[in-house]
């Protein structure tokens, strides 16, 4: 299974993908946490994208999808994947098809998690008090002013995403305001009903030793006039079976007059 994710910050991408990659024990490519592990180790993507990040601005095309040309190829993303927080911009979306397409596969599903924005500064502000109750760093980029740079960076540049799937029908929208359990529900729901994920596309059979040839088939091949062995014992076996039920229905129907008989006797005697 193949599957991007779409939706503003603090949709809840990164929550579902956590769950949908356990759950089919699929990779789960998350750019933006490959991009803060660049910046944290100091590469120089990371030492590019660390003041790019921070504004809440994307990083360049040629940058996130070379970094996702070389993650797909990956060992672990060879039976799938679901992109988090990928294609965040037309030109990154026809990057992937193009990179799926070198390797004859496609995307299976993109799933929109549609939430309020009002409630994202909420949820954003919920995930730092959290993180810092872990004891986790807090991410540079969450604060309500950067948030709302992200917001912006999202209608901007990611949102005619939702159009660009849309129009090539592979686009399934849940809401994700509800709780997140239910969320997952209404995911998996989707991907249940979506015509290539219900069954895994299986290896194309092994070849099967040549089958018996049907009995219509063997009539088709059996010379005119004479009948097959097959064909003769096949005509005796269904005039058994045509003639036995009718004797068996007439002894029935006999037995069944004689008792009347009998009572009507017995009861003119008594
Ligand atoms: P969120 O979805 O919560 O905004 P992410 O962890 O997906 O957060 O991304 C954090 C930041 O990483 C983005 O604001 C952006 O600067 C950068 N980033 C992640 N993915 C991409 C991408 N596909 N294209 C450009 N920038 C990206």
């Not at 799938?80 to 026809?94: K, M, S, W």
């Not at 949102?159 to 994700?176: N, Q, S, W």
């Not at 014992?233 to 036995?244: F, L, N, P, S, T």
Request: aromatic share 2%.
């Amino acid at each position: 299974m193949r599957l991007v994710l779409l939706g503003p910050p603090g949709a809840g991408k990164g929550t579902q993908a956590e769950r949908l990659s356990e759950g089919h024990k699929i990779a789960r490519l998350s750019t933006g946490d490959m991009l803060r592990a660049a910046v944290s180790a100091g590469t120089p993507i990371g030492m590019k994208a660390k003041d790019i990040m921070a504004r809440g601005e994307l990083v360049s095309d040629p940058v996130v999808i070379a970094i996702i040309a070389d993650r797909i190829k990956q060992p672990d993303a060879a039976r799938g994947f679901i992109l988090d927080g990928f294609p965040r911009t037309v030109a990154q979306a026809e990057a992937l098809e193009r990179l799926l397409a070198q390797r004859g596969l496609k995307l299976d599903a993109v799933v929109e998690i549609k939430v309020d924005e009002s409630i994202l500064i909420n949820r954003i502000e919920t995930r730092i008090a959290q993180m810092q109750a872990r004891g986790e760093p807090v991410r540079a980029d969450d604060k309500p002013e950067v948030l709302k740079q992200r917001l912006g960076a999202y209608r901007a540049q990611t949102a005619p995403l939702i159009d660009y799937y849309g129009k090539k029908g592979v686009l399934r929208t849940v809401d994700g305001m509800p709780p997140i359990d239910q969320v997952s529900v209404a995911i998996g729901r989707i991907l249940t009903a979506a015509p290539r994920l219900s069954s895994p596309r299986r290896k194309p059979a092994a070849r099967k030793a040549p089958r018996k040839p049907s009995r219509k088939a063997a009539r088709k091949v059996a010379p005119k006039g004479r009948k097959s062995a097959s064909k003769a014992g096949g005509v005796r076996r269904k005039a058994r079976k045509g003639v036995r039920p009718a004797r068996k229905a007439a002894a029935k129907g006999k037995a069944r007059k004689t008792k009347r008989k009998q009572a009507r006797r017995a009861g003119r005697r008594g």
